[in-house]
């Protein structure tokens, strides 16, 4: 049940278990925000301080910086003399806002400047010599200012030298061997690691530099309206919130709450953010990924538009650019992860390697690594996806767990690669088709070889406490060491001996959870369970690990559990872990008519889902008319993993028989014409009200799939649709004039289609026990 190898106390640092009082009384509050702070590392109260509010830290000086002074000197004088600078930033979210605040800081100082970002499919990172000789023919610039990249851009610095290119370099990436012979290089990793600078990313990088500039220029005063930008690649980077970076980060999201420009305005309302209450959680799951899904998907330029427009319009234009592009990114992850797992069910060997190497050729090079990540999770392991291309070569994009370092060893096998790049969590690459096997096996020797098991960690927990001290005010308190992330991370608490009381899906597509868990004296507490479709809920007493979180909606404010792991209470008894649940295999079966027969003779009372058949030709009962009973028969294969741990919170069996028969309906065709045929009996007999449920469960596909249908005919103009609360729906007649692009839409109709399709190849053959989830009671 666990999720996880071992949970783990985050330990002090040092000998003394508990924080001084003298620190309990600077500090005031709950005491259990001195405790965390004292078991992360702040034995002091004025460090502690410094921590929790930047008005009690002491910002470093930006000069500290190498090179940094020179840099501003040769900007202060291109800015005098109008010479034209070019700004060379780079696709992620850190260079957008590193390239944007340059660009706005320098302009607003009179500078002429012009920028270039690198587009990802056909470049890469850093400073491609064509690239830039295309950019000098055409805008002949005196001064090249990078910023996030150009530390290792040797070749690139050389030809913008004999171009008589003065070149000053802004980075924070690892250093090379030799660093280039640039005018400049300012780089946070030439100081001491202990630094309060050393940790800064990009965007830090350069706020630094116009820090210095504004000040020299007598402008310091305006350096604030900078921040939000900072505030964004910080989190976007999931750089270390410490020191320097952290007091940044905190001024910047005061920043952001507030900002007045019109892209991150646009962007915000786009992703729903309330924006006075932005935190970077926010950032990290929503402004940030469709930021992200410009340099993924298509050009990272829109988003430095974005970021620098003072026109409302176009933000607003821009924004929803960008929110469709994110739809796109997260629809194509769905359809790799499927095709991933259909891959690994076809070939179980693959999962018997140190690293897990998946390729095709339908797969985005700009998705794959948010799909490695996802995998590396799952089977905590080290996950390279491979995206082939029609000239032989294979681009791919790795992700690593603790104790592998998967930069190092991706770099051992140099001999075989075309490129390669990275560090120990994540690298890049790029190899012949024909070299993977290879790649493979010498790949998983090397990790095994070089594993060290001591790096890997478990859920380090904050504190043990009951549900009933659980509370807004804890929470409210608890707030008081945000912003959270890396080198800061959101405090975990877990509570002992809980029980589920009641399992809901929400969300759109039905991804998420929320559940209702108890303890021994009857407290009970809502509990947020993201993207949880496709696990088994805890079943007997359980032990929950979980973070809080405030939410705000129309005015009201609510404390929420957002689940972060469960396992096995050790206060269950054996008897109560279901020992006599049994499932019984029949999917590769050519007789599955037969079979149901035999079940339903032994088991009359059998709750048989089917879906997809016209009603009086169906062999059982759609997903919301199953009864519970002993017995559930998984007539036709599901839709998807939801779909499936849905059949089984209904129905509660104790034993499940797997037949899996392919509905019916398959065919694109087919399922527009069957939805039509039902949208047509909806208008004529049920006064056009309806639900995705409904149709999803006549027609055999997800809810997804439905109203993909639903908006092709509504852009077609032959209905009109209008979604409500609890997935109800309500269909009228169209005017017959298109209302959209309906081809549009029935590119993401085939994509939802070839999701479901891929999920039914994987049900066909995974393990039963992985499909059911479970693992531990054997078949």
Known sequence: MTMRN????????????????????????????????????????????????????????????PDLLQAVEILSHSIGEQLPILIWGDFDVDGQTATALLIDALGALGAQVAYYIPHRLKESHGINPDSLRQQVEELNPAVLLTCDTGVAASAAVDYAKSQGIVTLITDHHNLPAALPNADAI??????????????????????????????????????????????????ADVAQQVRDTRYLLQLGMAQLRTTC????????????????????????FQLGPRLNAAGRLADARLGVELLTTHDSGRARLIAAQLDGLNNER????????????????????????????????????????IVAGQLTDRYQRPVILFSLGEDGTARGSARSVPGYDIGAAIAAQSDLLLQYGGHPGAAGLSLKIDNIPAFRRRLSDTLRDTFDPSVRPGLQLDAYLPLDAVDLALATELNRLAPFGEGNPRITLATRDLQLKSAAYIGRTQEHRRLVVEDA?????????????????????????????????????????????????????????????????????????????????????????????????????????????????VYTTPTGP??????????????????????????????????????????????????LDALAEAVGQSNETIRLVLDYYAARGEIMVDYRRGGSVRLAPGSGEPAGDALSKLDLLRASLNETAAYRAFFQRARAANLLGWEDEGS
């Open 186 to 235: 300012v780089n946070p990793k030439r100081l001491d690691p202990a630094h309060p600078l050393a940790a800064l990313p990009g965007v830090g990088v350069a706020y630094k530099l116009i820090e210095c500039l504004y000040t020299q220029h007598g402008r310091a005063d305006e350096l604030p309206r900078f921040l939000d930008l900072v505030a964004l690649g910080i989190v």
């Open 6 to 65: 071992r949970w783990a106390w985050n330990d002090p640092p040092s000998a003394p278990t508990e924080p001084s009082h003298d620190l309990h009384v600077h500090l005031g509050g709950h005491p259990l925000v001195a405790q965390i702070l004292f078991q992360r590392g702040f034995t002091r109260a004025d460090d502690a301080q410094a921590f929790l509010a930047p008005a009690h830290y002491p910002p470093t000086p930006p000069d500290d910086l």
């Open 330 to 369: 997260r629809l194509q992850t769905r359809q790799i992860t499927a095709a991933a797992q259909e891959q690994i069910a076809r070939d179980p060997s693959l999962l018997n390697w140190e690293a897990l190497i998946l390729s095709h050729a339908a797969w985005h090079p700009g998705i794959i690594g």
């Open 642 to 691: 939801q779909a499936l741990h849905k059949a089984l919170e209904r129905v509660q069996p104790v034993h499940v028989a797997l037949l899996g028969v392919d509905p019916p309906i398959r065919a694109m065709q087919d399922v527009l014409r069957r939805v039509l045929e039902l949208v047509k009996y909806v208008l004529n007999q049920q006064d056009g009200h309806t639900g």
């Open 521 to 633: 004296d009857g407290v009970r507490k809502n509990v947020l369970w993201w993207n949880s479709a496709d696990q088994p809920v805890p079943d007997g007493l359980f032990d929950l690990a979980y973070q809080l979180e405030i939410s705000t909606y129309r005015d009201e404010t609510e404390l929420q559990l957002v689940l972060v792991d469960f396992r096995r209470s050790a206060s269950t008894p054996p008897a109560a872990i279901h020992p006599q649940r049994q499932w019984h295999d029949y999917r590769q079966s050519p007789y599955p008519d037969t079979i149901l027969q035999d079940i339903t003779a032994q088991h009359p009372e059998a709750a048989i889902w089917a879906e997809g058949y016209r009603r009086v030709e169906s062999p059982g009962l759609p997903l919301s008319e199953l009864p519970t009973s002993d017995m559930l028969i």
């Open 261 to 284: 420009r019109p892209g991150l305005q646009a962007l915000i309302e786009v992703a729903s953010v309330q924006q006075d209450r932005l935190n970077t959680t926010d950032i990290g």
